[in-house]
């Protein structure tokens, strides 16, 4: 863990709104030379509190207008089941995000398509033909908002 100033934290606020700013620009926002923003920024990654640099597609513009959080929970469960079903799951395309959860649910699952009638069809010929998959629970995706996080 590395103690961070003001200027570290202005760095990640201003890289999480924007990943693709060049480390001059930042520097010139901030005060400081490009290496000296470079160093900053290097040192974060290596840290580990930087891991990695986004592009955020806009899904809506690439004709998926749906998106679906599903619930799964699993008819079977045991370490054989949990790994056949991961496995299974992030070879689907329309899953954008898969989550291990504790609660209701086994699985959280994100899950985009071009139209309702396209969810349907992701449902039935590839989720639910998942190994071990039990109960499902669709809420569909009606508005969102993104937030600043605890830096923001």
Known sequence: MIDLDD??????????????????????????????????I?????????KGRRVVLNREALGFGVTVFL????????????EDFERAVTAIPEVQVVQHVLGLFDYRL????????????????????????GQVEANVLLSEERRPGPLG
């Open 7 to 40: 200027i570290d934290r202005a760095l990640l606020r201003a890289l999480s709104a924007d990943a693709v700013q060049s480390a001059g620009a930042l520097g010139r926002r901030f005060g400081l030379s490009q290496p000296a923003a470079w160093r900053r």
């Open 42 to 50: 290097r040192r974060l990654e290596e840290a580990g509190i930087l």
């Open 71 to 82: 619930g799964i929970k699993l008819a079977t469960k045991g370490r054989v089941s949990l």
């Open 110 to 133: 994100r899950v985009v398509a071009r139209d309702i009638a396209d969810f349907e069809r992701v449902l039935r010929r590839r989720i639910m033909t998942l190994p071990g998959v």
